[in-house]
């Protein structure tokens, strides 16, 4: 089920998107899906985000030389690094807000396929 739901939220951003490519694309921020069977037989779905800095350094690096090459002084390049860094920064951020109701979404989904029953924490403790 973590793999259904994690092709259907590389779905949905190809779709916002609009390009087909961008299913494929990595992004700054992961968010890891796991699904626990518990005792009385109820799966849980948890996901935790996490940062990937390694791809926006390399990125960042590659920015700078890049702009270094063209004639940018050092400041200059290092203010347009920042800048863009928090652009996209700001875009994961708001990409990752959506995660949550992606996750309750695609669970219903699969729920529905399978003729379950989706309930929320506080419906499941009463």
Not at 71 to 85: E, K, P, Q, T, Y
Not at 93 to 118: C, M
Request: proline share 4%.
């Amino acid at each position: 089920m973590a793999i259904a739901i994690a092709a259907r939220i590389r779905a949905a951003n190809a779709a916002r998107s609009g390009n087909p490519a961008a299913s494929k694309t990595s992004s700054a921020i992961a968010a890891p899906i796991n699904a626990v069977r518990g005792k009385d037989g109820s799966l849980t779905l948890l996901w935790r985000l996490r940062l990937a800095p390694q791809r926006a350094l390399v990125t960042s690096a590659i920015a700078f030389l890049i702009l270094l090459a063209t004639g940018l002084s050092i400041r200059a390049a290092i203010v347009a690094v920042l800048c863009a860094g928090a652009a996209v920064g700001l875009f994961a951020i708001v990409r990752a807000a959506r995660i949550p109701s992606i996750v309750k979404s695609s669970a219903a989904e699969a729920a529905a396929r399978l003729g379950i029953r989706v309930t929320e924490p506080s419906e499941a403790s009463a």
